[in-house]
């Protein structure tokens, strides 16, 4: 099963601010749910009160430390580990990785692809991206302009881990 992760970050490496998405990208939105969909997708627990739901069309586990810890409509796991399992188990293909920043920086290293949004513009915000690791070439890259819909410039770009023999 491959592992990606897919996250939208500032140039100033932001991600967040004030548990949420610190811009609107109507564009990125609808690439995010184009990627995913039909996929198991793995979040913390922070992300998904933000989100406050499952999302649809997408198998949603739900990592945290919180033994006590409930999400209606998901797969609750407590361990890296369980939760890549559980994907596996499943017979999934790509487990997404979806963040936040605590998430990103466990389950890296695993990651053999990553989509990226970069967001074309240096954004306020408390919350920001672990480094990515080494070995990342960039298979392709489309760009996109600021408009009504999306409140700054931003690039998706894909990016795939280099087989270190």
């Known amino acids: 099963m491959l592992i990606s992760a897919i996250v939208a970050i ?3 490496n932001v991600i967040g601010r004030d548990g949420h998405l610190p811009w609107h990208l109507s564009a990125d939105l609808k690439h995010f749910k184009a990627i995913t969909l039909g996929h198991h997708i793995l979040l913390g627990r922070k992300n998904y009160q933000d989100i406050n ?4 069309g997408r198998t949603n586990i ?3 430390r919180d033994p006590n810890f409930e999400a209606p409509g998901c797969s609750v796991c407590h361990s890296l580990e ?3 399992a559980v994907a596996e188990k499943a017979g999934e293909t790509e487990l997404f990785i979806i963040g936040g920043a605590e998430i990103y920086r466990m389950a890296l290293p695993f990651c053999k692809k990553l989509y990226l949004t970069r967001v074309l513009a ?6 920001k991206m672990p480094p990515l690791g080494e070995g990342w070439v960039k298979l392709n890259e489309e760009c996109g302009e600021s408009d009504e819909k999306n409140d700054f410039p931003y690039a998706f ?3 795939e881990r280099e087989n270190k023999h």
Request: proline share 9%.
């Open 62 to 64: 739900v990592l945290t």
């Open 157 to 159: 770009q894909v990016f």
């Open 53 to 56: 739901r499952p999302l649809p």
């Open 122 to 127: 240096s954004i306020e915000g408390d919350v």
């Open 10 to 12: 500032s140039e100033n």
């Open 82 to 84: 369980d939760a890549i």
